[in-house]
C-alpha cells in the first residue's frame, strides 16, 4: 500500500530559536502584535507499506535516526493511504 506521511519537526520547550525570533521582531516592525513565534519544518514522505502500523514505524524510525535530533526536537507524524 502507498502511505503518505507529514512529519512537523518543532524545537523542544526552552530551546533558542532565533529565526522565530528575528521574524517576531520583524513582524512587530511591520506593526504585527504577537505572543510569539516559533519555527517549525515539515517533511511530507511518500511510501510503500504493508499495513499503517508498519509505515508509521519505518517513519519513526526515519525521524530517530535523521530527521529529528531527539535532544532539540519533539516531532509529530501525520499517517494516510494514498488511493
Keep these: 500500500m502507498q502511505y503518505q506521511a507529514d512529519v512537523t519537526i518543532e ?8 529565526e522565530g525570533t528575528t521574524i517576531k521582531r520583524a513582524l512587530e516592525h511591520l ?3 504577537t ?9 511530507t514522505i511518500g511510501l510503500q507499506a504493508e499495513n499503517i ?4 514505524e519505518t ?6 535516526k535523521l530527521i529529528a ?6 516531532y509529530e507524524i501525520s ?3 494514498l488511493q
Design 11 to 18: 524545537l523542544k520547550s526552552g530551546m533558542l530559536d532565533p
Design 31 to 33: 506593526g504585527y502584535e
Design 35 to 43: 505572543d510569539s513565534v516559533k519555527t517549525a519544518k515539515k517533511y
Design 53 to 56: 502500523h508498519d509505515a508509521r
Design 59 to 64: 517513519v519513526e524510525q526515519m525521524c530517530q
Design 69 to 74: 535530533n531527539p535532544i532539540i526536537h519533539n
Design 79 to 81: 499517517l494516510r493511504e
